[in-house]
């Protein structure tokens, strides 16, 4: 069952047409919908950051859904739970009422739960004469149930970026492993070359990082170390090329200079019978 109508915040709390919007739009809930309330709780919780609410919030979050009887939030349920002042902080980990009222405001003002306030303020319920809920006032869960897959899809993007984040990291950090150690490695045992701007174009790169840098820095910054490991490797193939060479054009010049000896070797024993 969604909520009956609009109805104003109680107090001084004002009215405002973003939540005429909110509670106009749990009317709009597909019939027949349901959704795992916990997997709902799970997915806001990874996109915390990009629904706009702490970790508070989310503790407010998780004690409200405690009062809701059943695991799935129902379209054709009452979905408006009415906990008293005196549990709802129990459940919400003894939060202060202060902050308790602060994070609520929070989840409303992210479009997550809506008020729906009795003429005095007070939560509770009415019961008609089959003993069903007829009426309650109190906080309507009905925009999780109509933003479950919404909310799933923000939890997919938070949870991709993030790993695309710690790729990012996890290869920025051997890439610059690499390219240290290789710049150490030259400039020790003496390759020929300026090492000295290399090694300066390095320490600016690991300058440049911030202490939490985001993940458009660390592909940034990744990319110019690559660009820098590739011409270290390439310079230091390029060394190693020439050394195989003059080794291979050695190592010829010896073969030449023992095939002549074999040779002449070769015809003594004929010399010797003439």
């Not at 107090?11 to 309330?37: F, H, S, V, Y």
């Not at 933003?147 to 920025?172: C, F, G, P, T």
């Not at 690991?206 to 840098?213: A, K, M």
Request: include cysteine; charged fraction near 30%; glycine fraction near 6%.
């Amino acid at each position: 069952m969604k909520g009956d109508g609009v109805t104003t915040p109680f107090g001084r709390r004002p009215m405002t047409l973003a939540l005429l919007r909110r509670q106009q739009a749990t009317k709009l809930i597909e019939p027949g919908k349901i959704a795992d309330k916990w997997k709902v709780f799970r997915d806001a919780s990874a996109a915390m950051e990009a629904l706009g609410i702490q970790s508070n919030s989310l503790a407010v979050l998780d004690a409200l859904l405690s009062f809701y009887p059943g695991n799935e939030l129902r379209e054709d349920a009452q979905l408006i739970v009415f906990p008293s002042n005196l549990q709802l902080p129990l459940r919400a980990h003894s939060m202060p009422g202060s902050t308790l009222r602060r994070h609520l405001a929070a989840l409303v003002e992210a479009g997550l739960i809506v008020r729906r306030d009795s003429a005095n303020g007070k939560r509770f319920s009415r019961k008609g004469a089959a003993g069903n809920v007829e009426q309650a006032f109190g906080f309507d869960l009905s925009p999780l149930l109509l933003r479950s897959e919404e909310i799933a899809m923000l939890a997919q993007d938070v949870i991709a970026a993030r790993s695309a984040h710690r790729r990012a990291k996890e290869k920025l950090t051997i890439c610059r492993r690499d390219t240290r150690k290789l710049i150490t490695a030259a400039m020790e045992e003496g390759v020929d070359g300026d090492w000295q701007p290399i090694e300066d174009a390095y320490i600016n790169l690991v300058g440049r990082l911030p202490r939490t840098p985001t993940a458009a820095e660390l592909t940034d910054i990744l990319n110019e170390m690559e660009m820098l490991k590739d011409e270290i490797h390439n310079r230091l193939e390029i060394k190693n090329n020439s050394e195989n060479s003059s080794t291979n054009d050695a190592q010829s010049e010896r073969h030449i200079q023992n095939s002549k000896l074999e040779s002449i070797t070769e015809f003594e024993p004929s010399l010797e019978k003439e």
